[in-house]
């Protein structure tokens, strides 16, 4: 008789019940639901803080360029570099570290000391579009200062400021990306 007992017990079958498995996958979409927008959210702030990473590092490469070699070094946005021309509107492209002044956006007689791929997703405006942004051999802006408005999805923003002195600094209040 005990016999018996034990082989009913061995034929129940473990698993999930249809009411188990239903709570999960509505446990998973519910989770999945919160937290997707805010992966956007965070994924589009950490590009915003890259594109001022790079935006900080190629200005300040410029700038101790020009006071190592006393002379005046450039950047600007450019389609192809570095064969191309410098686009003084749209900073979204290649950035070129020039050794020269790239008056009026032309490369050529300047020698490109650098390229750094374009930022992606990201827009970025500059204040002063007429001109690319030159440091002096000093390690100087002056006439060259502006701000850099950098913008992406979800209304993720920062702005880069150059100053006269060449300095460089971000500014906490957003600019208007909406």
């Given at each position: 008789?005990?016999?018996?007992?034990?082989?009913?017990?061995?034929?129940?079958?473990?698993?999930?019940t249809?009411?188990?498995?239903l709570?999960?996958?509505?446990?998973?979409?519910?989770?999945?639901?919160?937290?997707?927008?805010?992966?956007?959210?965070?994924?589009?702030?950490?590009e915003?803080?890259?594109?001022?990473?790079?935006?900080?590092?190629?200005?300040?490469?410029?700038?101790?360029?020009?006071?190592?070699?006393?002379?005046?070094?450039?950047?600007?946005?450019?389609?192809?570099?570095?064969?191309?021309?410098?686009?003084?509107?749209?900073?979204?492209?290649d950035?070129?570290?020039?050794?020269?002044?790239a008056?009026?956006?032309?490369?050529?007689?300047?020698?490109?000391?650098?390229?750094?791929?374009?930022?992606?997703?990201?827009?970025?405006?500059?204040?002063?579009?007429?001109?690319?942004?030159?440091?002096?051999?000093?390690?100087?802006?002056?006439?060259?200062?502006?701000?850099?408005?950098?913008?992406?999805?979800?209304?993720?923003?920062?702005?880069?400021?150059?100053?006269?002195?060449?300095?460089?600094?971000?500014?906490?209040?957003?600019?208007?990306?909406?």
């Amino acid at each position: 008789m005990r016999m018996r007992k034990e082989t009913e017990g061995s034929h129940r079958k473990d698993g999930f019940t249809l009411i188990e498995l239903l709570v999960t996958i509505a446990v998973i979409v519910i989770m999945a639901t919160i937290a997707v927008p805010g992966f956007q959210a965070f994924s589009a702030r950490n590009e915003v803080a890259a594109e001022v990473m790079r935006i900080k590092a190629a200005l300040a490469m410029a700038r101790n360029t020009a006071i190592t070699r006393r002379t005046t070094i450039s950047v600007c946005a450019s389609p192809n570099p570095p064969d191309a021309d410098c686009t003084l509107d749209d900073w979204s492209h290649d950035w070129v570290i020039v050794e020269g002044r790239a008056t009026g956006g032309d490369l050529s007689g300047d020698t490109v000391l650098r390229v750094l791929p374009s930022p992606g997703d990201a827009d970025i405006d500059f204040s002063r579009s007429d001109r690319p942004v030159r440091y002096g051999a000093m390690g100087r802006a002056s006439g060259h200062n502006g701000t850099f408005a950098i913008c992406s999805g979800h209304d993720n923003g920062a702005e880069v400021i150059i100053s006269n002195a060449g300095r460089v600094r971000t500014l906490s209040e957003l600019p208007d990306c909406g």
